[in-house]
């Protein structure tokens, strides 16, 4: 009962055109039994996941490269430069599932991974793909965790010291991509430009209903886990 509670207050808040904030609030994703799939709300745009929504006071340090030296996302710095950011709101860029929220250790830290579901303007088709936060100084959400476009997962961090104060952020298009990596090639078939696919779905048409989307499918990472 209370799990349709919070399914029916999400819905409700679509409706209204936001999500809960309150913490009490928090809304859990419905799984199918075998747990194959969840209902995902489908997105209505995206946005930068600092500085919402347009990234004001901050600058994007480095992007992706999928040539040597690879860097496969892109790293997110305050204005101020060195740790001025430190502590500063990390927001999902869409509505989305949480698929991942731990600390993956090495250079990676605290991560938190969510998987969107939009449809293509172009082909009217619904597409799935995830975005990649890492080196947070805190993560605010959950496992299994429905979020909404500019909701806060977590802050700005350094990796325990391990580098200067700022974001990393990747967009995957194949979902099996974790901290792992565990082999994917890394082409733009895998990894996609986070600031040119916000700026491509930047708005999108408002659909009020939920979508499924494939889990059950995290490799496993070390002695984490994931959806």
Known sequence: MVHFFRFFLLTTTLCMGMFAQQAEAVVWAKFSEDGKWALVPLADGFDFPVGKPNGDGYYKARGLRLKSPR???????????????????????????????????????????VRHAFRDPKSGRVLCCQTLYAHLDRIDVKLGQLVGRGDQIGTIGTNNGMFPAHLHAELHYNILVNCGQQGIPKTAKNYGDLTAFINHYRRLKREITFVKVPVGCFLPYKDTEGL
Do not use: F, M, Q, S
Not at 95 to 111: E, F, I, S
């Open 71 to 113: 860097h496969l996302g892109e790293d997110w710095n305050g204005n101020g430069g060195g740790n001025t950011d430190l502590g500063d709101p990390v927001y999902t860029i869409g509505h989305g599932l949480v698929t991942y929220a731990d600390d993956a250790k090495g250079r990676w830290g605290k991560v938190v991974i």
